[in-house]
């Protein structure tokens, strides 16, 4: 079964550094792009960008360039997301999912990891 | 950047009745490059539909999708109980990717 597998939820204060994990199983990690999804309360989904396990070419939203980083330990099949600085307004659900499709880089997302929950509150 | 506008906001409906939720693209979409998701509360989105009418493994047949170029439509022929959720939209024929803002299906 293909599965992705993310991290708990974390509570952390305004400024403080997070980095949140989603681990892939049933599948050639490598052979597919890993993107990551934010859902504010409430909210509606937003692409955030995009890596290669396999050689971590990363690809971001416009919207997310310089306010987050994207990485992969293609070793122990985990894709990453990192903050440096959260705001209170990073506070959403983040979920990874595997690129499906036929163009480099662009596709549909399938499976969905289950989310984690980050919350920035002083 | 492509943007999706769906349509309705909000769609209330019963059991066994059909449901049309539309799916508007600012400009065209690549070779039909259209996905589909549902989300129910306190899960994950689940794939539906991908390449604007070819359905994910294990979904119903109720479910259908159609269009190209700017108009897409999700169709979910007779509505079950399990079908009440949140519907999105999704191009992938063009960076940046681009989720619309979604069909909430309630029970009327």
């Known amino acids: 079964e293909v599965q992705l597998v993310q991290s708990g939820a974390e509570v952390k204060k305004p400024g403080e550094s997070l980095k949140i994990s989603c681990k892939g199983s049933g599948y050639s990690f490598t052979s597919y792009w890993i993107g990551w999804v934010r859902q504010m309360p409430g909210k509606g989904l937003e692409w955030m960008g995009i890596?290669?396990?396999?050689?971590?070419?990363?690809r971001y939203s416009p919207s997310f360039q310089g306010q987050v980083t994207i990485s992969a330990d293609k070793t122990i099949s985990t894709a990453y997301l990192q903050w440096s600085s959260l705001k209170a307004s990073d506070t959403a659900m983040y979920y990874c999912a595997r690129l499906l499709g036929y163009s480099f880089a662009l596709g549909w997302f399938d499976p969905w990891g289950q989310g984690t929950q980050v919350t920035v509150s002083s | 950047e492509i943007v999706l506008t769906q349509s309705p906001g909000t769609l209330s409906l019963s059991a066994g009745e059909r449901a049309t939720l539309s799916c508007r693209a600012s400009?065209?979409?690549?070779?039909?490059?259209l996905a589909w998701y549902q989300q129910k509360p306190g899960q994950a989105p689940r794939l539906l539909i991908y390449g604007a009418s070819s359905r994910a493994t294990g979904i119903p047949d109720r479910f259908s999708g159609s269009g190209s170029g700017t108009d897409f439509t999700l169709t979910i022929s007779r509505l079950e109980p399990e079908d009440f959720a949140v519907y999105y939209c999704?191009?992938?024929?063009?960076?940046?990717?681009?989720f619309g803002g979604g069909t909430k299906v309630e029970i009327k």
């Open positions: 999704q191009q992938y024929g063009t960076s940046p990717l681009t």
């Open positions: 890596i290669k396990p396999a050689d971590s070419d990363t």
């Open positions: 400009q065209s979409v690549s070779s039909t490059y």
